[in-house]
Nanobody, 120 residues
């Protein structure tokens, strides 16, 4: 079993910052891509940022220059630093990871989600 546990969501004013963290635990032989998705009410879940196992980064255009994704491969964690937050960033944020669980098998793991609300 692999678990992803997120933390760091909350309420922030426009222009503020939040830092989301996600820790993976369980039977882990390695983690490929790690990513953050978000889902606003009534909308589909969309990719926000992704980081590969060798540190390559990808961002959706709307967060470029404001959000930074990073990971610690020794601790199996991924972090999303969010600056200059806007009301349209309000959503539930989900952590995602492609986990090698051994014997040639991979598991697409998801966290439970953490609410980010940007409002004055």
């Amino acid at each position: 079993q692999v678990q992803l546990v997120e933390s760091g969501g909350g309420l922030v004013h426009p222009g503020g910052s939040l830092r989301l963290s996600c820790a993976a635990s369980g039977v882990i032989f390695g983690i490929l891509d790690m990513a953050w998705y978000r889902q606003a009410p009534g909308k589909q879940r969309d990719l926000v940022a992704l980081i590969t196992d060798i540190g390559g980064e990808k961002y959706v255009d709307s967060v470029k220059g404001r959000f930074t994704i990073s990971r610690d491969n020794d601790k199996n964690t991924v972090t999303l630093q969010m600056n200059s937050l806007k009301p349209e960033d309000t959503a539930v944020y989900f952590c995602n990871a492609g986990v090698n669980i051994g014997y040639g098998r991979f598991h697409d793991a998801w966290g439970q989600g953490t609410q980010v609300t940007v409002s004055s």
